[in-house]
């Protein structure tokens, strides 16, 4: 929606408002619905959760290349929400139950190249549908694509289960909430998604009827922001899995480096308002 967002506003005619309020919608659902899918993915397999999320979001996307005016866009939205909340809940469940922890670096690190290139890949592409074909395309192909992601999906996780609860100890949810570090990694999260969506949803448009760049500047300046995350997803996680396997501290390398990302990707924002040419 950040990409198609220039002429998606144009031609339903929302206000800044009315976007703003159907990108927002995505979040209604998302950020309190992650308790439930969490408590899900404890107690059911994870890998059927994780198809039928993908396939809701498909579903959405696909529709949303549909709509004729602001009402159907919130509820779409909504919808896509509440299928795309299974992803981080069910990738940190399989992690945990499949890769030893001085491996957990480099498998986030994966995960984590698959946010970032994802968006620059769809980007990318989704930038030249835009120009070329409208803003419609863009929905309809994406929600198609991630249809068919569900075939090969099936072919590899079958005969796969999570284990069932009753293997597991159970932790009750009063001794988790009060862990300092549960805290300090959800605020952690909490400022680096407020930055990724920031690129993710906002940028486009600010790029686009603020400072007057073409659409293809545009994609090319977010395909550049979601590449560079991806390269930097990977050596982090490679040095971090390097630090562990010598026996330092975990949490410290971490921790550190989520800090100095923080700063960084502050400055980074600060720096756009300001900037005052392309390069």
Not at 28 to 41: F, K, N, R
Not at 99 to 125: D, F, H, K, Q, Y
Not at 180 to 197: D, E, K, T, V
Request: net charge positive; hydrophobic share 55%; glycine share 10%.
């Amino acid at each position: 929606i950040g990409v198609a967002a220039p002429l998606l506003k144009r031609e339903l005619g929302l206000t800044a408002t009315e976007f703003g309020v159907a990108v927002s919608a995505f979040f209604w659902v998302y950020g309190p619905i992650q308790l439930v899918v969490g408590w899900l993915c404890d107690r059911f397999s994870v890998y059927r959760l994780l198809a039928w999320g993908v396939a809701m979001w498909a579903a959405a996307t696909l529709l949303s290349g549909f709509v004729g005016g602001f009402p159907c866009l919130p509820v779409l939205r909504l919808m896509l929400g509440n299928g795309e909340s299974i992803a981080f809940p069910a990738s940190s469940k399989i992690i945990a139950e499949q890769v030893p922890p001085e491996g957990r670096g480099m498998a986030n690190a994966a995960v984590s190249m698959g946010i970032a290139l994802g968006p620059a890949v769809g980007t990318l592409a989704g930038g030249l549908i835009l120009a070329s074909y409208g803003w419609r395309p863009v929905f309809v192909v994406f929600g198609l694509l991630t249809l068919i992601w569900l075939l090969p999906w099936q072919k590899v996780t079958q005969g796969l289960a999570s284990a069932s609860a009753a293997e597991r100890p159970r932790v009750p949810i009063g001794l988790l909430i009060r862990r300092w570090p549960l805290w300090s990694m959800s605020i952690a999260h909490f400022a680096s998604n407020y930055g990724f969506y920031f690129v993710l949803r906002w940028l486009p448009v600010y790029l686009v009827d603020q400072r007057g760049v073409t659409i293809t500047q545009m994609t090319l300046l977010a395909t550049l922001a979601f590449a560079a995350q991806g390269v930097a997803a990977f050596a982090l996680g490679a040095i971090s899995d390097r630090w562990t396997r010598s026996g330092k501290s975990e949490d410290f390398i971490r921790r550190w480096m989520m800090i100095a990302a923080q700063f960084l990707q502050a400055a980074a924002i600060l720096g756009i308002f300001y900037a005052d040419s392309i390069p």
